[in-house]
């Protein structure tokens, strides 16, 4: 009887928890800089928002159209506005799946 009482809570428990969807970006900033990193044959870009905190964009979340935009306004240190959502968050890095790229905002 005991572990039917346990089942139930711990169903309960689970089901009440809803799937936290991936939250909604829009962000003004620049292209601060690139990484590779070669284990994993990842490259990010580091994007500085207007309100100074650093997110990254990875090539293995983001479209490589996407990613050559932002490289290519990068080089020329254009700002511009990205649209998206946050792939993960580990510790302070915050890391963007972006999806729509626009100039000079």
Do not use: H
């Amino acid at each position: 009887m005991r572990s039917m009482l346990w089942a139930l809570v711990l169903t309960g428990l689970l089901c009440g928890v809803p799937a936290r969807a991936a939250q909604p970006i829009t962000l003004d900033g620049r292209v601060s800089g690139v990484m590779q990193f070669p284990k994993t044959q990842t490259i990010c870009l580091s994007f500085t928002g207007n309100d100074k905190k650093n997110y990254m964009i990875c090539d293995d979340v983001t479209a490589k159209d996407v990613i050559e935009q932002l490289f290519a306004l990068g080089k020329k240190d254009t700002p511009c506005r990205i649209e998206g959502t946050v792939a993960k968050k580990s510790g302070e890095d915050v890391y963007l799946t972006v999806t729509r790229v626009t100039q000079g905002k």
